[in-house]
């Protein structure tokens, strides 16, 4: 069975940082893209940032870059994203997803996990 689940989630403080991880199981992860997305209250999802099958990141959400940072253990079947100086903005449910080869863009057979929330408040 083919199965992604997102750990690392919680309440933190704006300027704190956290490190979410996307464990998959029932595939091996060095042929798939894994891409993250983030839904606030209210508001759509969005895609956060992609780390292509070959290593290759993209940050796709301006309001992260310089703060969020894609990284995978393909030997370890993980991938993740560290988060650091966050802020109120950034609380939503973060997902992750898993596409098969290096594109990074999302399709009808893309994995996805069942998400963690991640709130930032003081």
């Known amino acids: 069975q083919l199965q992604l689940v997102e750990s690392g989630g919680g309440l933190v403080q704006p300027g704190e940082s956290l490190r979410l991880s996307c464990a998959v199981s029932?595939?091996?992860?060095?042929?798939?893209?894994i891409l993250w997305f983030r839904q606030a209250p209210g508001k759509e999802r969005e895609k956060v940032s992609c780390i292509q099958d070959w290593g290759g990141v993209y940050t796709f959400a301006d309001s992260v870059k310089g703060r969020f940072t894609s990284s995978r253990d393909n030997a370890k079947n993980t991938a993740a994203l560290e988060m650091n100086n966050l802020k109120p903005e950034d609380t939503g449910i973060y997902y992750c997803?898993?596409?098969?080869?290096?594109?990074?863009?999302?399709?009808?057979?893309?994995?996805w996990g069942q998400g963690t929330q991640v709130t930032v408040s003081s």
């Open positions: 029932g595939f091996t992860l060095d042929r798939y893209t």
């Open positions: 997803a898993a596409e098969y080869g290096g594109n990074c863009l999302i399709g009808r057979d893309t994995y």
